[in-house]
């Protein structure tokens, strides 16, 4: 399982949010860039890349930023999402460099779009799957939906994606330990290799995520940490030697 470091940018910055709120902004680094070369320097097999702005217009935002970090990130996956909403946006992306193309809102909003982002670039499109209280939602977040994660899922089954990611809304940013239940269980119903996200703040979290049936069965491809990692309370090699060890008992 792999521990993915996450970078949030808004401004051409790298940031993280709390709950998702724009307006609760710390800035880690003005250079993604140089943020992007020091978790490849540190072993990260994988980076989750969110333009935030994009996410609540509709259209990317942050595209300097974004090629800055594909630049600088040699053979390491990069995966892209934030206000993705055509197909030449997707193919752009992947053009760039880009290994993943993240669709969060358009799964809602447009299904048919991420269907056909899917056929058109099989193995590339990851689902991202954002809930609060259990229910997805949309557009950065700032929109609640009637639908549970479990029920959009079941929407895509037969979509061939590369992966789908999780985040528990209210603990996002927050420090406040993953939400291992609700992750696990989506996981162990999902046909697609699942990644965590949100809360992510010790090798104990990380710790309780490997000893589930989830991971176990490899349901779970990996975690991604944001705050935790830039404000130290994990640290990257640690946690992914941790994961590496317990994957081989």
Not at 16 to 29: A, I, K, N, P
Not at 147 to 176: C, H, N, P
Request: proline share 3%; with cysteine; aromatic share 6%.
């Amino acid at each position: 399982m792999l521990l993915i470091p996450g970078i949030d940018l808004k401004g051409g910055e790298c940031v993280r949010l709390r709950q998702g709120r724009m307006d609760e902004v710390t800035v880690f680094s003005r250079d993604p860039g140089e943020v992007a070369q020091r978790w490849v320097a540190s072993g990260a097999r994988r980076l989750h890349v969110v333009d935030l702005e994009g996410a609540f217009a509709g259209a990317p935002r942050n595209r300097e930023a974004v090629q800055a970090i594909l630049d600088n990130a040699g053979d390491v996956e990069v995966e892209v999402g934030g206000g993705i909403r055509e197909l030449g946006v997707v193919e752009e992306l992947l053009a760039l460099g880009a290994h993943y193309v993240v669709l969060g809102s358009s799964a809602v909003r447009d299904p048919e779009f991420v269907r056909e982002a899917a056929r058109r670039f099989p193995r590339r499109i990851v689902l991202g799957l954002d809930a609060r209280d259990g229910l997805i939602a949309i557009e950065g977040w700032a929109q609640s939906t009637e639908l549970s994660a479990r029920e959009l899922l079941q929407r895509f089954a037969d979509t061939e994606f590369a992966a789908v990611v999780y985040t528990d809304i209210e603990r996002d940013g927050m420090m406040g330990g993953l939400n291992v239940e609700a992750t696990t269980t989506l996981a162990e119903q999902s046909p697609f290799p699942v990644i965590a996200s949100g809360g992510v703040r010790t090798l104990a979290d990380l710790e309780s995520l490997m000893r589930t049936e989830a991971a176990r069965s490899g349901a779970l491809l990996g975690a991604i940490s944001g705050r935790a990692l830039y404000e130290g309370s994990l640290d990257f090699q640690a946690g992914q030697n941790l994961l590496d060890s317990m994957a081989s008992r």
